[in-house]
Structure formats: C-alpha cells, structure tokens
C-alpha cells in the first residue's frame, strides 16, 4: 500500500508540472529587443518577466562592464587567433558550443578552459527550442554537457545560449528548471556570414558604438574581420572605461528550481 501510495503522489506531481508548462505559451520568438541611443542599454519588449526564468541579455548598466560572448557552431580556422588576441589583452570570454563543435575541436575547447574562459551550452544539434518536446530539449542540453565533460573532464558551466535566439516562455522555463541561465545579448552585428566578411574598420566602428554599460556583446568566431578587430575593439573599450567580465560576475544560475518533469 505504501508504495502504490508512493507512485500515486508521483505520477499526480509528474501530472501537476506537465500541466504547469502547457499553462504557458510555447509561441516561437526570436530575441530582439528596443534600441535606443548610442550608448544606451537596449530596453525588452516582452510581456513577462525575464528575471521570472533566470535570463539574461545584460549586466549591471550602472557599471561600465561588458561580457565578451561567441557562438561557435563550427570552426573556419580563426579561434586561435581570437583565443590568442584575449590571451594578450587579459579578458574573459564565454563560447557558446554544440556537441559537435566539441567533438571536432577537443584542442580548442581544453584550451578555452585551461585559460579561464567559460565553455558553455549551445546544445547537440542546434535545433530551434521551441520546435522541440520538452524531454528532446532536455536531452540537448544534456547531451553537449556530458560529452564537454568527458573530453575536459570539468563539469559544463549551467549557461545556455538558445540556437540562432529562438525561444517561448515555455523553453525559457524548462530551461531554468534545468538549472540554466539563459544568456540573449544587447549587441550584435551581421558578422557570421563568412563570404560577406565586413572590413576590420567597419567592425571597429560598430562594435565600440554600440558599447553600452552591462553590455553582453555576441559576436561569431567564424568572423576572419572579428579575429582581426578584436585586439583593437578591446583597446578602445578599456580607452572608454569599460573593463570586461565574465558571465560568472552576472550571478551564479539558480540551482534551487524544483525537480520537476519534463
């Protein structure tokens, strides 16, 4: 009796969460946010509460902080350089990697953690969030943190950066369930498109224009412009007054969510 009680209390806690998330939209939206003027910290546009699901797309805008971020999706031969450029100038970054990323730049990834940069979460196979079930969701971010632990033997940083900034509330809440920050962005610019590469001067004009404080910057390191800009966008942000930050100094993501099903 005791253990058909046990299973009951399960199986109607299992029932209360599912019916928890389909309580809330899983309308597919991709991050954008309201510009201001230069200088300014982009406002959001949304009709809920970010902090609500433990995400982030900017820092403490009374400091003149920034948080340096790259997708890495795939590789065109220009993170060591950009690894090398941050190496010299002193500042942190945080590459947002999938699965087969790790599998095809093991060096590169132990490199990224042995010189303190963050390594974290951009899922297995870079599929729209809100495409998939809450438990194919789960197995992503799962899948790359177990596979990024294997081949560095540290466990994966808990952030999370949703494939090409597509999301619902609902993902954004099974993804703080599963004790993740999700991190958006406050800039970014066409720089991915790697036969359309734009000159290191105008790279250098946007980026530092559009500095603002608390600033969390996405940039592609698939980008032969960003690896060359780099040095000089990170000169002129220190000559501003900004100094860079690591995604740790955002505060550490909530691990005290409930155990709920997927």
């Known amino acids: ?81 950009i690894l090398d450029v941050l190496k010299e100038k002193g500042v942190p970054a945080a590459f947002f990697v999938t699965k087969p990323y790790i599998k095809d730049e093991p060096e590169l990834i132990r490199r990224m953690v042995d010189e303190g940069h963050i390594v974290a979460n951009h899922t297995v196979r870079h599929k729209s969030s809100p495409t998939l079930t809450p438990d194919e969701m789960k197995a992503e971010l799962e899948g790359c943190a177990a596979y990024f632990q294997e081949v560095t033997g540290v466990e994966m940083p808990k952030f999370f950066r949703p494939p090409m900034g597509e999301y619902s509330e609902r993902t954004l809440k099974a993804t703080a369930d599963a004790g993740y920050a999700t991190i958006f962005w406050s800039f970014a610019y066409q720089d991915w498109l790697i036969d359309k590469q734009p000159s290191v001067e105008f790279a250098h004009k ?21 690896a060359k800009a780099l040095g000089g966008i990170i000169d ?17 993501p909530n691990t005290d969510w409930p155990d709920m099903k997927w």
């Open 1 to 81: 009796m005791k253990k058909m009680m046990i299973v009951a209390c399960a199986v109607f806690l299992g029932i209360g969460a599912m019916v928890a998330y389909n309580d809330i939209s899983n309308e597919k939206k991709s991050w954008f946010f309201d510009r201001r003027g230069e200088g300014e910290p982009p406002g959001w546009c949304g009709s809920f509460n970010l902090e609500d699901y433990n995400t982030f797309y900017l820092g403490d805008t009374d400091k003149k902080e920034v948080y340096l971020t790259f997708d890495e999706g795939y590789e065109k031969g220009f993170t060591d350089d």
């Open 206 to 226: 946007k980026v530092t224009s559009g500095l603002h404080n608390g600033a969390i910057l996405l940039l592609h390191a698939v980008s032969s412009t960003n």
């Open 236 to 252: 002129a942000a220190h000559e501003m007054g900004y100094t860079f930050k690591s995604l740790d100094d955002l505060g550490k």
